[in-house]
């Protein structure tokens, strides 16, 4: 239980939110040995001069709707890794799912993917929006693509991660593809839950917010 926090993307993504706010998030996410700090991309220059090698830092692109263009998709891609961006989490076109036109949503996630530069990327195909069948054909596409992880959810729509699309994912996915679990994960049975499931990565805030209120530390490394 006490090595949850190290698979945790300690998330701060609201519209809201100021410096202090990112920088308490980074102190944390430190202190609890986080995967990552995922942030807004106005923040990832000043996050990274602040944390340094200290810790991976996360943003998001095409946040949270997924309908920009590619081209717009690509330069934010850029710009992120240009001002330190370690990982990108990006969210498809999804109406393009619905349209069935998947291998655009293909050629989308290729071209964002040759943008990260060895980045890690995080492909987010909001699964509260989507059919059963559309999840495993986007399963099959973020394989295609070359992406590192599918991940549910951006917190920012109708639902968020469940354990039931955790299961999907992991009968469909293909080798060597990751799956990240994000939105509304509220507990640490619920986070422990999902790990258990085969998800590799947790997108939350309150994770090291409870660990915090309960007085409880981590130990080891990421």
Sequence with gaps: MENIANYVDHTLLTQTATWEEIKQIC???VAYHTASVCIPPSFVKRA???LGDRLPVCTVIGFPNGYNTTAVKVFETKDA????AD???MVINIGMVKERNYSAVREEIAAVKAACDG???KVII?????????KIEMCRVVTEAGADF???STGFSTAGATFADIELFAKHIGDGVQMKAAGGISSLEDAEKFLSLGASRLGTSRIVKILKANGRTVTGGY
Aim: hydrophobic share 30%.
């Design 119 to 121: 980045r890690i990327l």
């Design 87 to 89: 990982e990108i989490d």
């Design 126 to 134: 909001e699964t509260c929006l989507l059919t059963e069948e559309e």
């Design 81 to 84: 890794v240009a001002n330190g």
């Design 48 to 50: 990274k001069e602040y």
């Design 150 to 152: 599918i991940k549910t």
């Design 27 to 29: 102190d944390d996410a």
